[in-house]
């Protein structure tokens, strides 16, 4: 809540992107992914390097849930134990973290699933 007693706005940030890890992963290994690895919604080139994450959304059509990590992974063999289920659906704010995050990992439960992310990111 702000001073004024209003809720402060969510920003999803003023770059739209998408990133399809149908295609860009087949394996089952954990995968850092930055801005840079996300092609603008409304240009079709790739975002720039270094921006902050403030808004997620994950389409995942396999059968069994992805996982999601806010920063980058350890190793490709990471275990999935306390991260982000991913099922059917997920979004998020990642504005509202008092962290700033730049990277996420991400893990498909089987090589073949059809996974979409879509992200909002800030420029300044």
Not at 34 to 59: E, P, R
Not at 103 to 109: D, P
Not at 118 to 123: I, Q
Request: include cysteine.
């Amino acid at each position: 809540m702000s001073l004024l007693g209003a809720t402060e706005p969510i920003l999803a940030g003023n770059i739209r992107a998408v990133y399809d890890a149908s295609t860009a992963i087949a394996d089952t290994d954990w995968h850092d992914l930055t801005s840079a690895n996300f092609q603008d919604t409304t240009t079709g080139a790739a975002c720039a390097a270094d921006l902050q994450f403030l808004w997620l959304g994950i389409s995942n059509e396999g059968d069994s849930s992805a996982h999601l990590k806010y920063r980058a992974r350890t190793l490709a063999s990471d275990p999935t134990t306390n991260e982000i289920a991913v099922g059917q659906f997920y979004s998020d704010d990642l504005g509202t973290l008092i962290a700033k995050v730049r990277t996420i990992a991400i893990k498909k439960a089987d090589a073949a699933d059809k996974i979409v992310l879509v992200a909002g990111f800030k420029t300044t």
